[in-house]
């Protein structure tokens, strides 16, 4: 992706965000020379990877398959392996219409998906036993605000503002906006995106980065070359 594409991104996101009334976190606008000259006072928020991260997972085709997130807090591996502390992250996304976020699944983080405005959040499930289902019982579950919905392997779920779903560790999911964009939240145990994003296809989980111009902000996946 060029870099004057990802300062565009941002710029539209902070304005979506913004018409939902959620606010982003004073550290998201922090250039980057402000962000390295402030690094060991936000080593922790730097360490964690809380920021800015937009990806096409390196195909090249955004708008068809891409996603933006931001990461407001995120907690520690080590507190989440000793059973206490900070065991817990946060996420806003946007899902363009008809963008999609492809097949993946976890191996250690369970996720609640949370349409938080716009327009309709498609999800494409499968459970994460051998026949794709859900683990309750043969006909699947799924759990949306904690009320059971009884689901079968592929079935699509739609999620209307308010609604949520509580993915577990090993169940499958795709989605992407229907009829619109979609601002979402993600409440989660501890997030690694570097390890623990399993994808269908053979893809990557960042995008390459073409220097055409000055990042406005850093990217998560900009930190280890640019905060050296």
């Known amino acids: 992706m060029k870099r004057s594409r990802i300062n565009d991104i941002m710029a539209e996101a902070d304005d979506m965000i913004r018409s939902h009334g959620f606010v982003l976190p004073p550290f998201a606008y922090w250039t980057p020379e402000e962000l390295k000259a402030r690094r060991d006072s936000a080593r922790k928020m730097i360490d964690a990877r809380c920021g800015w991260d937009i990806t096409d997972y390196g195909a090249g085709e955004y708008d068809e398959m891409g996603l933006f997130l931001f990461t407001l807090r995120n907690g520690s591996l080590s507190d989440l392996q000793r059973g206490g502390g900070m065991c817990y992250a946060e996420k806003l996304l946007i899902s363009k219409q008809d963008q999609l976020s492809p097949m993946h699944t976890h191996v250690i983080k369970a996720e ?9 959040l498609v999800i494409e499930l499968f459970g994460s036993d051998d026949q794709g289902r859900f683990a309750e019982d043969e006909g699947g579950t799924v759990w949306c605000d904690g009320i059971r919905r009884d689901f079968g392997p592929g079935e699509k779920l739609k999620l209307v503002p308010g609604e949520s779903v509580t993915l577990m560790p090993g169940d499958w999911h795709a989605f992407w906006g229907e009829g619109g964009d979609v601002l979402i939240g993600e409440v989660s145990t501890v997030n690694d995106d570097e390890t623990d994003n399993i994808f269908r296809e053979p893809i990557g989980r960042f995008a390459e980065i073409e220097e055409d111009t000055a990042p406005t902000h850093l990217l998560v996946s900009d930190y280890r070359n640019w905060l050296k």
């Open 112 to 120: 609640d998906i949370i349409n938080r405005g716009g327009a309709t």
